[in-house]
């Protein structure tokens, strides 16, 4: 599995190559640089969800979570140890499945 910080490297990189923006830290602010906004929140989730195989349910996000490439980081090595617990333990058995 990915670390943190590898995880957060390719999602600087997808910042380039899918939105077109280089962010020089991954503690910036995206949302109060004005970096992401309504539209380009959306195409970072389908991108993110594309690059690292997951399904991010927009209702559990909190705007915590896109606020800096660290944030996002750890919400995606979040979501990827939420699906490795339910593939290892099976559906309905996994995290937050009570």
Do not use: C, P, W, Y
């Not at 109060?32 to 195989?53: C, K, N, P, Y």
């Not at 290892?88 to 499945?97: K, L």
């Amino acid at each position: 599995m990915l670390s943190e910080e590898d995880v957060a490297s390719q999602v600087q990189a997808l910042l380039v190559e899918k939105l077109f923006v280089n962010v020089e830290s991954h503690e910036t602010d995206l949302l109060a640089a004005g970096i992401l906004d309504s539209l380009t929140l959306v195409q970072m989730l389908m991108h993110l969800e594309e690059r690292f195989g997951l399904r991010v349910a927009v209702e559990d996000l909190e705007i915590e979570d896109l606020r800096s490439i660290h944030a996002i980081a750890r919400l995606v090595t979040r979501q990827k140890h939420a699906s490795a617990a339910v593939s290892m333990h099976g559906v309905g058995h996994g995290v937050g499945a009570d």
